[in-house]
Each structure stands twice: as C-alpha cells, then as structure tokens.
C-alpha cells in the first residue's frame, strides 16, 4: 500500500506560514488595483468581456469583481458591503488592500498575526467612535436634502451627467415602499417590492417611477378582453383554472359515445364551478400565478373579466401590495376582503415590440415599478446599478438619518485621531495600530491620485490641516482636486455606508492576516504520451514532522 505521506505529496500543493500571508497580501493588492481608479467622480470605467460574449462598460467596483468572478476572499467583501448597504464597494476594496499593505511590513519583523489583528480591531473601534462624534443628524423627510445627499453619494457615477434624474427616481421609489415599524424604526424593502423594469428605446428623460406596478404581459384573449379598465376589482390566484390531471397516470374505459360526452360535461362543469366561486365576487381582472385554460377564458370573457396567467411569484406579491389583494391559493376561498380595490386604471400598452400590462394611479402603493428608458442596452444596464446604488443610499439615510463628510474628510479626520490615540497606547500594539491609522489615508490619496493633482502635496496640505485640529469637514472635491469645505460643496456620505465600509474593510483583512496554510487539492496533469510519469517523492521521518498526514 503506498504511503498516506507520498498520496498528500501527490494531489496537494502547499503554502504555509509567512509565505502563505504573504501570498493573501499580494493578491488582496492586487484586487485593490484592478479597482483603485474607479473611486471619485473623475474615475475611470472599466470594458469587461463577461462569460456570455457581451461586453460591460461600468465603474462600479461590485460589478466588476462581480463580472471577472474572483473567488478571493478581499473579493467577496466587497459583495458583502453591496449586500449590506449597496454603496462603498470600491472603498471597501481600497481599504482592505491597504490595510494588508502595512500589515506586511509587520510580518516581514516577525509580528504575529493575532497581535496585528487585535491592534486592528481596538484602531475599529475607535474609528466607529470618531465618526459617531462627527456624524451630523438630518431629517430624512425634507426631499430638498435627500436629493442633495443622493446627488452627492451618486456623483462619482456614469450617470452624474444626467442631472437629478437618477435622484428622483430614487427618492420616489423608496419613500413609496417605505413602511413604519413603530418604536422609531423603519423598512425599505429595494429588493422584493422595487421592480425596475428597462425598455430600450426613447430618452433616459422618459424614466419614470410608477404609482403602481408594470408587468410584461398581455391578457389571454385581447380580442374578447378589455385592455382598460378604471378602477378595476382585481382578484389574485396561485391556482390553475384548468382541470386537475391526474397524478399518475390514468386510464378510463369508455364504452359508448354518451360516456365520452359525459367526460367531457364533467371537465366543463368543474371549471365552470371554478370560474363562479371567483365571478360570484364580479372582479373586474383576474391574474393567477398557474395556467388558465380555454375554457375558463371563454366562461370570464363572457362576463367582461379580463385575466393574465402564468405571472411571476415576485410579481405578484408586488401588484398584493400596490392594490391591496390578497393572493388565493384556492378560488372556493375567496372573500371580499382578498379583492383589491386601491388601483385606478388597468391598462395594456404596446412599448416596441412588446405587450406591457400597467396596474397604476394606486391608492396607498407599497410597491412600484421603476420604468427606465434609454438608447441602449448598455447604458440602461448602467443607469440600473447606479440607481440601485441610488435607492440603498435613500434606503439608508430613511433608516439611520446621519450624515459624514466624503471627499475623504472622514477617513483624514478618523486617520488624525487614531494617530493622536497611538501615542498612549502601550506595548507591542502600538505599531499595527499606527499603521491602520496612516492606512485610512489611502481613500482621500486615491481621490487625489484619480484627480491628476499633485498627490504628495494635496495630501501634505490636508493632513496640515487636519492634525491641527481644525474643522473635520476638510477634503478634497473630486471634481476639481481643490481642497475644500465639504459642508460648501455639499459631499457627503451617509453614516451607515462609512461605518458599514470600515468594518468590512478591516474584518477582511484581519481575515485574510489569520490564514497561515493555502492548501491546494487540485490533480496534477497527466503525463503526456511518450512522456514517463514522475516519480513520487520519498518522504523522510524528519520531514514527516512538518506536514499533514491523511488517515489511512
């Protein structure tokens, strides 16, 4: 039997100890440089080839992590900051990969990881209680204010050159979906009740949000059914209106004609009694998630019901909320108060080639569509990530109102600080804890660097006048490269997006510090023909000390 060491040898690739930190380190950098210029508004886009064929042209750093599909870990929390607050990523990434910069040196004079990691997190910590001491409380009502803090969130995007439009949007389909939850809370639900619908054709000016819902499809029968209704009654099934086939499979014996007539009067008098239970309630639109059969066409067209089948789940929860149904699993369980009565018009458009159904003018809507509109599918595939970008923002702020300043006035302010704070830390965490401070200075440097100033002498300026301790909302305006009053220049960043990234950002790394061993288990290539095997490698006792040994 060959030996358990000489199968490991064979089939597993193994990096350990200082090297395998190194490696992580390495990588980590160079995920931050794939993205490092696409933070500011003066950023650069990036030209993907994705697996399908098709080309993506995007500045968004989650899109293109996203896109080239890396399965690194400084990757993946990057994923985890768009999930959390939907804006940030690229910071994220920066912050990461610097704060794995410096760690390195570190390692390089034999610190232990631990002990840079608990210096990291106390460095965390006190960040978190600088931008508590900084952060500025606002009202999340006042539109004017909002659309400012989107504007200013927003105008490192592609779509900054189209004016308050992205903003809009935003504020529109949030504040429409927004629900009290009492005791001071609230919820914006982006990812079940905000449907953003693109159509290609005509001018981004058209994009609009809707009081209602838009789904892409047609009624069953368009020439027996009306295409609009005002103030319609609208019932909602996830139940066929069709006859229940059998489970398996099944076998009648018909001996005379009259027993085929008898079937056939059977399967229509089970779906004409379906058809009554739902007509007794006189809807106006019946949608169900299941099929709908000809013969339930012909029983509703008959009593002036329009009806749309084989309907998403997802959209059907969003047209429960906007008109107030209540979706029915079985149609002899209808009542009148599963009926919706809150949509002012039902109507179906031809938009291009396609057949939109319009549930509109709602009532109370808490859910809605979001109709974009644009020359291409590229640029509206644009405009989508940035508004959702735009919409988690609004998300945000609605939840947690507190403002911070941006153009890296918060990271130089929180950078000064921990700096003053490592003067009185003892022992051996007080150099990893210097360094996380000087770290935070890459998202102000990177702003600069993307701004094509003079990096060494903007960010001499800024850290003058912040270790002087002077007002904390001094930074750069991306556009310019000027060193300005954030306040005056209206950039800010919302609270929990800063608080969200320095955590991501540091919880990273330190994930990444903690790795010791990159074990590989991937097969080696077979040998080529005319091409001898190689031996394996004879292991020693002495060598066996220092590698993992498989059970047998």
């Known amino acids: 039997m060959q030996s358990p060491i000489l199968v490991l040898k064979d089939s597993l690739k193994r990096e350990s100890g200082t090297k395998a930190q190194h490696a992580n380190i390495h990588a980590a950098k160079a995920v931050a440089d794939i993205i490092r210029t696409t933070l500011g508004p003066r950023s650069m886009l990036k030209m993907l080839l994705d697996a399908a064929g098709g080309i993506v042209v995007t500045n968004d750093g989650n899109a293109i992590l996203r896109e080239i599909d890396l399965a690194h870990p400084a990757a993946k929390a990057c994923r985890t900051q768009d999930e959390e607050v939907g804006d940030g990523t690229t910071s994220v990434i920066i912050l990461a990969g610097e704060m794995l910069h410096v760690a390195e040196a570190l390692i390089d004079k034999s610190y232990h990881p631990t002990v840079i990691c608990r210096a990291y997190n106390k460095a965390l910590e006190d960040a978190i209680a600088v931008l508590d001491k900084i952060a500025m409380p606002i009202d999340a009502k006042d539109r004017g204010t909002m659309l400012g803090i989107l504007k200013s969130c927003i105008g490192t995007k592609f779509t900054s050159q189209f004016g308050d439009l992205i903003a809009d949007l935003a504020i529109d389909a949030t504040t429409t979906v927004d629900i009290d939850l009492g005791l001071g809370l609230r919820d914006v639900d982006i990812k079940n009740y905000i449907k953003v619908e693109k159509v290609p054709g005509g001018q981004l000016e058209d994009s609009r949000v809707l009081k209602g819902v838009m789904i892409n499809k047609d009624v069953i029968s368009p020439g027996k059914m009306k295409r609009k209704i005002v103030n319609p009654r609208v019932i909602l099934l996830d139940c066929p209106l069709e006859y229940k086939k059998g489970e398996n499979q099944t076998n009648a014996e018909l001996l005379k004609e009259e027993d085929w007539r008898l079937l056939l009067r059977m399967e229509e008098e089970y779906i004409e009694e379906l058809c009554m239970q739902i007509l007794r309630f006189k809807p106006d639109l019946v949608i169900t998630e299941k099929g709908l059969s000809d013969l339930a066409c012909h029983f509703l067209s008959k009593h002036g019901v329009s009806a749309i089948r084989r309907l998403r789940k997802t959209d059907n929860n969003r047209i429960a909320k906007a008109c107030g149904a209540v979706i029915v699993n079985r149609p002899d369980e209808l009542q009148e108060s599963d009926v919706g009565t809150g949509a002012g018009l039902f109507e179906v458009k ?88 000087i770290a935070f200075e890459a998202i102000p440097r990177t702003l600069a660097q993307n701004c094509g100033v ?61 790795i010791d061993d990159v074990v590989s288990g991937i097969k080696r290539q077979a040998p080529r023909a005319g091409q001898a095997p190689s031996k394996p490698k004879i292991e020693t006792e002495a060598d066996a000390d220092s590698e993992l040994i498989l059970p047998d």
């Open 350 to 437: 031809k938009i291009g080639d396609e057949f939109f159904a319009f549930i509109v003018e709602c009532k109370d809507p808490k859910a809605c569509t979001v109709l974009l509109r644009g020359a291409s599918k590229d640029l509206l595939n644009e405009v989508e990530r940035n508004l959702q970008d735009a919409m988690s923002v609004a998300r945000n702020i609605i939840k947690n109102p507190k403002l911070v300043p941006g153009g890296g006035a918060t990271e130089l302010t929180v950078s000064a600080t921990l700096k003053q704070k490592s003067l009185s830390v003892q022992g051996i965490e007080k150099w990893p804890y210097e360094a996380a401070a």
């Open 454 to 514: 003079n990096v060494i002498r903007t960010m001499t300026a800024l850290q003058g006048k912040h270790a002087n301790g002077e007002n904390a909302w001094i930074g750069i305006n991306g556009n310019t490269g000027d060193i300005t009053d954030m306040k005056e220049c209206k950039i800010w960043d919302a609270y929990i997006v800063k608080a969200q990234t320095f955590k991501t950002g540091i919880e990273a790394a330190c994930m990444l510090l903690r």
